[in-house]
């Protein structure tokens, strides 16, 4: 049995728990044990290199500290959290920079979505599998973070990122082809500039819409809360309805392997998806 080291920063025990009890659900399935680093704080997240250079990375060496005497790798399911200890490892070892904890940039981060859609982990997932998800048509949405930028993710094919559209294919969905899976959310500016952000995400959820997807399927805390709690607010700007489910990659793994809580995750979400899947007899 695989044991890591677990980050769950602050999304995933407050507005997106769902994610971290659908990834929390499968790696159980799947056999492997998470241990949720002790007295974990938050990473600094978007506002920290914002504001003060020196304290972005103080914050994540912190909890790579604490994650580097574990002896074991550390897996992150947040895009904001893996980009930001990323981030320090790079300014760490590159750059030989100085920080407060005695972190030497030794332990591998390692972003759950890439590790979960890794081939040797989709077979596994595969044999798990209780139901195949046919008939569901989904659009990927990766996002900024998992795949930009691509010297700290060391992703390769970061303009058109295809990890959870294969493993979902695997699993008998339909991924759809589209242009805007790493467009930009917006991110933190639904809290700062309402008139961009809402066009940034209306013309996001318009062309998947347009590409004939049933939902749209999120590895990012942030993008999936963007998504969908604010989707409401685009349909009265434009005076048309979207009605876009917007679900976790590890919701529809969690449903391909008949894990009990599945329906539990899906009812947090403002845009509601059990109809949907329902006619499909995914429910």
């Known amino acids: 049995m695989k044991d890591f080291s677990y980050f769950p920063g602050c999304s995933l025990h407050g507005t997106s728990k769902e994610f971290d009890e659908s990834v929390r659900g499968v790696m159980e399935q799947l056999g492997i044990r998470l241990h949720e680093l002790e007295d974990w704080t938050c990473c600094g997240a978007t506002s920290a290199h914002a504001v003060n250079e020196k304290l972005a990375i103080e914050m994540p060496a912190r909890n790579l500290a604490i994650a580097e005497k574990s002896n074991r790798d550390l897996l992150v399911p947040c895009a904001n959290c893996y980009s930001r200890f990323k981030g320090t490892e790079y300014a760490v070892k590159e750059h030989g920079e100085k920080v407060s904890f005695d972190y030497k940039g030794n332990v591998a981060i390692h972003f759950a979505a890439d590790y979960l859609c890794d081939k040797e982990m989709v077979a596994e997932i595969k044999k798990k599998a209780m139901k195949k998800l046919t008939g569901l048509k989904v659009v990927c949405y990766y996002g900024c973070l998992p795949v930009r930028p691509p010297k700290l993710t060391g992703i390769k094919d970061y303009e058109n990122p295809m990890y959870m559209d ?118």
Not at 183 to 203: R, V
Not at 225 to 250: A, C, F, H, W
Request: hydrophobic content about 40%; overall charge positive; some cysteine.
């Open 166 to 283: 294969n493993m979902l294919k695997k699993l008998g969905a339909e991924p759809l082809q589209w242009s805007y899976k790493t467009d930009c959310c917006g991110a933190s500016l639904m809290f700062t500039k309402m008139d961009i952000f809402k066009k940034l995400i209306g013309k996001i959820l318009l062309k998947a819409k347009e590409t004939g997807a049933d939902c749209m399927v999120a590895c990012c805390s942030m993008c999936h809360m963007n998504m969908d709690t604010r989707q409401q607010d685009v349909e009265k700007d434009i005076g048309k309805s979207i009605g876009l489910p917007v679900l976790y990659y590890t919701e529809l793994i969690g449903l391909a392997m008949g894990h009990p809580d599945a329906e539990k995750w899906l009812k947090r979400h403002f845009i509601d998806a059990a109809p949907m899947l329902r006619s499909k007899g995914l429910l």
